[in-house]
Nanobody, 117 residues
């Protein structure tokens, strides 16, 4: 089992910044990809960014140039640095992990990000 705990959400003004954290615990040795998703009220859950164990990153078009995903292997933590935030970034942000042995995917509980003046 893998447990994921997100933190760092909150209320921020347009143009501001937040850094989200996702701490992983449990059977973490076989995790090969982690990512951030977001879901606004009434909408689907959309992929924002991913990072592999090798450090390869990928971003949704809405996040490119503004968001950065990174990891700290010593702390078993993945981060999402969000800059130049817009009202349309308002959503619950979820951390996700893909484990290969055994094959499974895990979700955190989510953290609320609200961008408003």
């Amino acid at each position: 089992q893998v447990q994921l705990v997100e933190s760092g959400g909150g209320l921020v003004q347009p143009g501001g910044s937040l850094r989200l954290s996702c701490a992983a615990s449990g059977s973490i040795f076989s995790i090969y990809l982690m990512g951030w998703y977001r879901q606004a009220p009434g909408n689907q859950r959309d992929l924002v960014a991913t990072i592999t164990t090798g450090g390869t990153t990928a971003y949704a078009d809405s996040a490119k140039g503004r968001f950065t995903i990174s990891r700290d292997n010593a702390k078993n933590t993945v981060y999402l640095q969000m800059n130049s935030l817009k009202p349309e970034d308002t959503a619950v942000y979820y951390c996700n992990a893909l484990r290969t042995a055994p094959l499974a995917t895990y979700w955190g509980q989510g953290t609320q990000v609200t961008v408003s003046s």
